[in-house]
């Protein structure tokens, strides 16, 4: 007979003794993860840069995140807009020929490209003045800009046949706009800081690959994922792995999510076309199965991000993410 089957107090401090190692052994090789702490969840598979709102994007190699947004040499994530002649910014919601509009980086000069246009060249940075100085509406917030001139505005309002179009740049020493004040018919959480310039909310939007593969499952032709215009896409992680994510670690960057990325008619532009689907795809199937409380009738596709730590990321990169 064995001590531990003798009941005596040197078998029972035994038999603790042995439970104890047990655990402890198992907690060295099968280590329980808790939702704060960070994992592998993928890796980098794309980086896309929109400097101009609802023109062309940038597919870069490596980029900088900022505290406004992505950021490719001197081109900013959402840093120029086109407003309509009362000061309204103008997507491709309603204009899906911005789709086609290609901003090159030359030097410190900025070249505009598009169908049956000449090019236009204007400066990167131009200095803020009292002779440029303008004011932009972005949503619910009107932000002073620089207004970048009547040769590019003339541009503008001949390839869209429009008039009193302005062309607007968020310069550095400008006030960006907080999403903490962003009115949305649900409670958000973005805090005080979290800065943009003339994105729609938040400075990031981040969306898998895979997330895409299962939505092309669902349509009679796929889309491609410049329809969704995301900053930073996944590769590696199952379909919709990110709406799980609170926070993802990318090198020394760190992003917090913030909610939901609620799509709306510009997902069915053609960006390579510049027209809008006409069976409304695929914003009519997103709407058959991603619609999530509390987001009401738009369906919910990507997450938006806001950064906590300025950092380098690069295609390929692995992604690590705290859990919700």
């Known amino acids: 007979m064995s001590v531990f089957d003798q ?16 655990k402890y052994a198992a907690g060295i090789m099968f280590p329980k993860q808790k939702k704060e702490e960070y994992r592998y969840v993928g890796k980098v598979g794309a980086i896309w840069v929109y400097p101009f709102k609802s023109f062309k994007g940038l597919s870069v190699q490596s980029a900088d995140c900022t505290a406004l947004g992505m950021q490719w040499r001197s081109f900013t994530d959402r840093h120029w807009t086109v407003s309509t002649a009362d000061g309204v910014y103008l997507t491709q919601r309603q204009v899906p020929t911005m789709a086609l509009i290609e901003p090159v980086l030359n030097g410190d000069r900025i070249m ?15 200095p803020v003045t009292d002779s440029n100085i303008s004011k932009v509406t972005i949503k619910t917030d009107t932000v002073r800009s620089v207004d970048m001139g009547d040769a590019v505005a003339d541009w503008l309002c001949r390839y869209f046949s429009k008039t009193g179009l302005r062309l607007h740049y968020s310069a550095p020493n400008l006030e960006k706009r907080d999403a903490s004040k962003a009115k949305k018919m649900w409670q958000h959480p973005a805090q005080p800081g979290d800065m943009c310039a003339f994105s729609d909310y938040c400075g990031y939007m981040v969306l898998s690959n895979a997330s895409l593969a299962d939505l092309n499952t669902r349509l009679e032709t796929a889309v491609p994922i410049t329809n969704f215009r995301a900053n930073i896409i996944v590769d590696d992680c199952g379909a919709y792995e990110e709406d799980s994510w609170s926070s993802i670690r990318i090198g020394n960057a760190q992003l917090r999510a913030l909610d939901a990325c609620t799509r709306c008619v510009l997902v069915t532009v053609d960006q390579s076309k510049g027209v809008k689907d006409k069976k409304e795809e695929p914003l009519k199937t997103l709407k058959k199965f991603r619609l999530k409380h509390p987001y009401g009738e738009k369906p919910c596709f ?20 705290t859990l919700s």
């Open 7 to 22: 009941g005596s107090p040197a078998a029972l401090f035994a038999a603790v003794a042995a439970g104890a190692a047990m």
């Open 112 to 126: 505009l490209m598009a169908p049956g246009m000449d090019p236009i060249s204007f400066p990167a940075d131009p």
């Open 302 to 321: 990507g997450v938006n991000y806001t950064l906590d730590k300025c950092g380098q990321v690069k295609v390929g990169d692995p992604i690590y993410a």
